[in-house]
């Protein structure tokens, strides 16, 4: 096979059928569930996984969860409104912001990034993100907070290591209360919860352990985020969530996925981790990108350190000493 972008188009019919026969498999009879819970973000990978559980299961038994807190955009919580009456499937709104404040995440945050920039009041719109030239630099990955202050001009402060550490525990506090809220409420419907992580994702452990990354079927984790984007195209996805490029909706400021992790933007990263997972050399891939071979390489090697660094979120709890009489859970 020649390789060029073409490497990553699939036949979205085909993989559709297969990917709803599983899920309808996955769901009624290996894990002998009634439907199908997921949190819809108005993103594109919840939005995809959502439209495959509806067509895969019928809209009655899918029930999704809306999960706005202070710092989400408002367009999400609409565009998933939008996305859930289309399919026909039901949904709850629920406001995580004083679960959150009760939790001690908005207190935590703020005191962290005023660590770092004394004049910090919680009106300012922020956001985290990395040093600028990661693909041409070689220079350490360092985290700044950039805040907007209420005249409407931006700081950029940089992070001590435990500045760095409280936001992310405060920003993962999140994910978490998100799927104990999806849990709770698949327990009383006995549904299974459906994860939305996609292949570019999982592979790079971009989520949180218990939080996003918590579930008992991951209906999109085999494909790349361009296919993912295609196939929610070929499902009848709401226009508004198909252009919308994907963001955290973490913070008050827009965050790009590259902002804060990636090290480029996904239509280039699907196609180099499909070159790194096929063998194809770091020429090839920097001739149909335009980048140049150390770039690639450097992307490669980034590909690598975010799999070590990130497999203990795909862990199992360790167990000191084993426990012969009970069998681990297989799925036949």
């Given at each position: 096979?020649?390789?060029?972008?073409?490497?990553?188009?699939?036949?979205?019919?085909?993989?559709?059928?297969?990917?709803?026969?599983?899920?309808?498999d996955?769901?009624?009879?290996?894990?002998r569930?009634?439907?199908?819970?997921l949190?819809?973000?108005?993103?594109?990978?919840?939005?995809?996984?959502?439209?495959?559980?509806?067509?895969?299961?019928?809209?009655?038994?899918?029930?999704?969860?809306?999960?706005?807190?202070?710092?989400?955009?408002?367009?999400?919580?609409?565009?998933?409104?939008?996305?859930?009456?289309?399919?026909?499937?039901?949904?709850?709104?629920?406001?995580?912001?004083?679960?959150?404040?009760?939790g001690?995440?908005?207190?935590?945050?703020?005191?962290?990034?005023?660590?770092?920039?004394?004049?910090f009041?919680?009106?300012?719109?922020?956001?985290?993100?990395?040093?600028?030239?990661?693909?041409?630099?070689?220079?350490?990955?360092?985290?700044?907070?950039v805040?907007r202050?209420?005249?409407?001009?931006?700081?950029?402060?940089?992070?001590?290591?435990?500045?760095?550490?409280?936001?992310?525990?405060?920003?993962?506090?999140?994910?978490?209360?998100?799927?104990?809220?999806?849990?709770?409420?698949?327990?009383?419907?006995?549904?299974?919860?459906?994860?939305?992580?996609?292949?570019?994702?999982?592979?790079?452990?971009?989520?949180?352990?218990?939080?996003?990354?918590a579930a008992?079927?991951?209906?999109?984790?085999?494909?790349?985020k361009?296919?993912?984007?295609?196939?929610?195209?070929?499902l009848?996805?709401?226009?508004?969530?198909?252009?919308?490029?994907?963001?955290?909706?973490?913070?008050?400021?827009?965050?790009?996925?590259?902002d804060?992790?990636?090290?480029?933007h996904?239509?280039?990263?699907?196609?180099?981790?499909?070159?790194?997972?096929?063998?194809?050399?770091?020429?090839?891939?920097?001739?149909?990108?335009?980048?140049?071979?150390?770039?690639?390489?450097?992307?490669?090697?980034?590909?690598?350190?975010?799999?070590?660094?990130?497999?203990?979120?795909?862990?199992?709890?360790?167990?000191?000493?084993?426990?012969?009489?009970?069998?681990?859970?297989?799925?036949?």
């Amino acid at each position: 096979m020649i390789f060029s972008r073409k490497v990553l188009e699939i036949d979205l019919e085909a993989k559709a059928v297969e990917l709803c026969k599983a899920l309808s498999d996955a769901t009624l009879n290996k894990l002998r569930r009634r439907g199908i819970v997921l949190g819809v973000s108005g993103g594109i990978d919840s939005a995809c996984v959502a439209a495959l559980a509806a067509r895969a299961l019928g809209p009655k038994r899918v029930q999704a969860l809306l999960m706005p807190e202070r710092d989400s955009s408002d367009l999400s919580a609409q565009l998933g409104k939008k996305l859930c009456e289309k399919l026909g499937i039901e949904y709850q709104l629920v406001d995580l912001a004083p679960i959150l404040e009760a939790g001690g995440c908005y207190e935590l945050r703020d005191a962290a990034v005023r660590s770092v920039f004394p004049d910090f009041q919680p009106s300012m719109k922020w956001k985290i993100v990395m040093h600028g030239d990661r693909l041409g630099s070689q220079a350490l990955n360092v985290f700044y907070a950039v805040i907007r202050d209420d005249a409407g001009n931006e700081h950029k402060a940089r992070l001590s290591p435990r500045a760095y550490l409280d936001i992310v525990a405060a920003t993962n506090m999140k994910q978490r209360t998100r799927k104990m809220l999806e849990y709770t409420l698949a327990d009383r419907l006995v549904f299974a919860v459906a994860g939305t992580p996609n292949r570019l994702e999982y592979d790079q452990g971009f989520f949180v352990k218990l939080g996003d990354g918590a579930a008992d079927v991951k209906p999109i984790a085999s494909l790349y985020k361009t296919q993912t984007y295609a196939m929610a195209r070929h499902l009848g996805v709401i226009e508004e969530i198909l252009q919308r490029e994907p963001t955290t909706d973490t913070y008050s400021l827009d965050q790009s996925q590259e902002d804060f992790y990636f090290s480029v933007h996904y239509s280039q990263l699907d196609l180099i981790l499909w070159g790194k997972n096929n063998g194809v050399a770091e020429s090839e891939v920097a001739r149909e990108l335009g980048f140049t071979e150390e770039q690639v390489r450097r992307v490669y090697e980034d590909i690598d350190q975010k799999r070590r660094t990130t497999a203990y979120l795909q862990a199992p709890p360790l167990l000191l000493e084993p426990v012969p009489e009970l069998v681990p859970f297989k799925i036949t």
